[in-house]
């Protein structure tokens, strides 16, 4: 017990000694979940942990486009009613989109018929997080899991893509690290019949199923287009499921059902 007690001065006494600038500049390189096991290690590291410079910084990655101008007068120092510092608004801030993204999990959820989604209530999901504001990090750490279903990767994906923009090359990354690149989908879409010499046609059924990490290649823009668009014009009807080995033996539905 003696030689702990020991031990643990000793390491006190070291950390006690690095410049505040080695220590500042070896915790911003931490992510958040690193970040804070770091700060409960000890005393000396809980204070740099909690440093106003390190969550201003983590704050401003995760949420790049938010407006820091307004939203910053709410981390005031001098106000014991208001947040006390970036932490506690990283916090918060961080509760928020994870109760926003639940609400596009809900939804889904509620959707879902036999593991399959229809293109009105995908569209819906990913307009309810172009709403709410969601950033790329946001839709990472809540959407891009293993845990929940692959059509949620799915909206996550194609959100990012499409309305923020970010560059292929991160949502590949993204998808790797969170193990998720290899889930695959299957997109059903039925076409209305081509007019030929005044007589249309038997409506046409295109099937494809396909990986996350394909769907973000520029090859596969025409399954991302479908999905883009919706049932509009010629296409009847668009429906996304989970890959099953029995994926392409669907038929067209009857008209009525529609």
Not at 56 to 68: A, H, K, V
Not at 125 to 142: C, P, Q, T
Not at 163 to 184: D, F, G, T, Y
Not at 209 to 226: D, I, R
């Amino acid at each position: 017990m003696g030689e702990t007690r020991r031990e643990m001065k000793q390491s006190e006494s070291l950390q006690a000694s690095l410049p505040e600038d080695i220590a500042l500049k070896i915790a911003s390189f931490l992510p958040v979940g690193d970040l804070c096991a770091l700060g409960s290690c000890s005393r000396f590291w809980r204070e740099f942990c909690g440093s106003d410079v390190l969550w201003e910084s983590l704050t401003r990655q995760r949420w790049p486009s938010l407006n820091f101008s307004t939203e910053s007068s709410s981390v005031d120092h001098g106000d014991s009613s208001s947040l006390e510092g970036w932490r506690d608004f990283y916090v918060k801030r961080h509760t928020e989109m994870a109760e926003r993204a639940m609400s596009v999990v809900q939804h889904v959820e509620q959707c879902l018929f036999s593991d399959s989604l229809e293109i009105r209530d995908y569209l819906k999901a990913i307009e309810l997080l172009n709403s709410m504001r969601l950033g790329f990090k946001d839709v990472e750490m809540f959407l891009f899991r293993a845990e929940v279903n692959v059509l949620l990767n799915l909206v996550g994906l194609h959100y990012c893509m499409h309305w923020l923009e970010v560059p292929v090359e991160h949502v590949m990354e993204a998808l790797r690290n969170s193990k998720v690149s290899q889930r695959q989908v299957c997109v059903k879409w039925w076409k209305l019949g081509r007019l030929f010499y005044g007589f249309r046609m038997r409506d046409e059924s295109h099937c494809r199923s396909v990986s996350l990490q394909e769907l973000a290649l520029p090859q596969e823009n025409e399954v991302l287009g479908v999905l883009h668009r919706g049932a509009i014009h010629e296409v009847l009807r668009v429906q996304i499921s989970v890959f099953h080995s029995t994926c392409t033996s669907w038929s067209f539905p009857e008209r009525a059902s529609l």
